[in-house]
């Protein structure tokens, strides 16, 4: 009998690490859910030769619009901002108008708000190098302020293309649960399994 109360209790002790877990998995899915850069235009970590009028970020879903929520920034390799209006939206994607300056590398600053109402944000990079026809046309001067006020709040000089994944230590909590899981049922199965004494 005892033995029997045992393994009953380690498998309602298993049960109640399966709904912990499901609660976990859940959380994890609703942070993956949030809308992330597919394809922009021109493409991050490109060599661009033409004339470039806007810049174009298509999203996984349809970013929510309203005063400022949407902003993309051009910074030029002299570090002004080349933007010349606010960013617009159109379903999955959000232009904004440029007016391209000197040679050289240009990081994107973006950042939205997704589908499901929080923010995400992100930079990028590409290489502006206009053939002969392009540069002999008057380049922009450029300015030191964004065309729509403040710089999105992840605008550093590094590359990121979409929006940061979900917080590492969710992933981590899941393995860890797992492994409980697992170490668990062999226990269970062993006492369950051992041959009854004899009397």
């Known amino acids: 009998m005892r033995r029997g109360a045992a393994g009953r209790g380690i498998l309602l002790g298993l049960a109640g690490v399966a709904i912990a877990l499901a609660g976990v998995f859940a959380t994890a899915s609703a942070a993956s859910a949030h809308d992330s850069l597919l394809v922009t235009e021109p493409a991050q970590g490109s060599t661009t ?3 470039i009028t806007q810049l174009t970020l298509t999203f996984s879903g349809d970013p929510i619009g ?13 570090g002004k901002y080349y933007e010349t209006g606010c960013a617009q939206l159109s379903g999955p994607e959000v232009t904004v108008p440029v007016a391209m300056g000197p040679a ?5 600053a973006w950042r939205a708000v997704s589908s499901d109402g ?5 930079t990028y990079t590409f290489t502006y190098a206009p053939d002969a026809a392009v540069s002999a046309s008057p380049k922009a001067a450029g300015s030191t302020h964004p065309a ?12 990121a293309a979409s929006s940061p994944p979900p917080d590492a230590g969710v992933w981590l909590g899941i393995g860890i649960g797992l492994v409980v899981v697992a170490i668990a049922a062999v226990g269970a199965w062993l006492i ?3 041959p009854k004494p004899e009397d």
């Open 104 to 108: 050289g590398t240009y990081e994107v």
């Open 118 to 122: 929080h923010p995400v944000s992100g």
């Open 66 to 78: 309203g005063q400022g929520a949407d902003v993309v920034e051009l910074v030029g390799p002299d």
């Open 192 to 194: 369950v399994r051992r």
């Open 49 to 51: 030769a033409g004339p």
């Open 148 to 159: 729509c006020g403040t710089a999105p709040a992840q605008s550093s000089h590094s590359d």
